[in-house]
């Protein structure tokens, strides 16, 4: 079985400053990472996916992400943040032959101004 | 191009009656999702269809919920009768693609508040 502990429910940030939502997964074989982000009253959307290569994968609206296979990891990252981020932030994995996604309890990230 | 529609947007009812939800995928896409999100926890995997025929049914949590998916189209989700742990955010999604490529893809409505009393 595959579990994602996304480790802070709560990410209070001010504006134009740097943030990282962590996520952590446990799954024995090779995955597929992805990253998405619920705004107020709006479905799920996806910010972006690491399937294979390049282990810094860069999304939609200046997020960016680095799989670190070796400690279990898809950390999310934007170096600036603004008010328009604040929204709840998911992490998902997925087996290579899974049709369905395992998905953490979700970050709410609150920019300041 | 309209998005995943879902119906309604909200349901309040009572322990013991019963609700249908409504999904409506983005139209050609084969495959549909069920997720729930139970009080503020993780997003968990309900079921898979491909047009008609449910393909993986292992999340649904217990025989009061019923998921169909007539003529491939929209699907709904009922559950029969509804108790106070049901209560949560139901999410659909559909795909376009095939194979491994189906989560690449993946594109979620804006889920049903579904509050049991």
């Known amino acids: 079985a595959q579990s994602v502990t996304q480790l802070d429910s709560q990410v209070p940030v001010f504006e134009e400053a740097p943030v990282e939502l962590r996520c952590n997964y446990s799954?024995?074989?090779?995955?597929?990472l992805f990253w998405y982000v619920q705004y107020p009253n709006q479905g799920l959307q996806l910010l972006l996916k690491?399937?294979?290569?390049?282990?810094l994968v860069k999304g939609i609206n200046g997020f960016e992400a680095e799989f670190n296979k070796s400690q279990t990891s898809f950390h999310l990252r934007k170096p600036s943040v603004h008010i328009s981020d604040t929204a709840e932030y998911f992490c998902a994995v997925s087996r290579g032959s899974a049709r369905q996604l395992t998905f953490g309890s979700g970050t709410q990230l609150t920019v300041l101004p | 191009e309209a998005g995943v529609t879902q119906f309604p947007s909200h349901s309040v009812i009572e322990k013991g009656q019963t609700v249908t939800l409504r999904c409506d995928p983005i139209?050609?896409?084969?495959?549909l999702y069920w997720y729930r999100r139970v009080m503020g926890k993780e997003i968990k995997f309900l079921l898979h269809f491909v047009k008609e025929s449910k393909q993986d049914e292992s999340g649904m949590p217990n025989n009061r919920f019923l998921a169909e998916r007539t003529g491939g189209t929209y699907s709904t989700l009922k559950v029969q009768p509804a108790e106070l742990e049901d209560s949560g955010v139901y999410f659909c999604?559909?795909?376009?693609?095939?194979?491994?490529?189906?989560?690449?893809?993946?594109?979620f409505g804006s889920g049903t508040q579904l509050s049991v009393l």
């Open positions: 690491y399937l294979s290569g390049s282990t």
């Open positions: 999604a559909s795909s376009q693609e095939e194979g491994q490529g189906v989560l690449e893809k993946l594109f």
């Open positions: 139209s050609g896409h084969d495959n």
């Open positions: 799954s024995s074989v090779s995955v597929y």
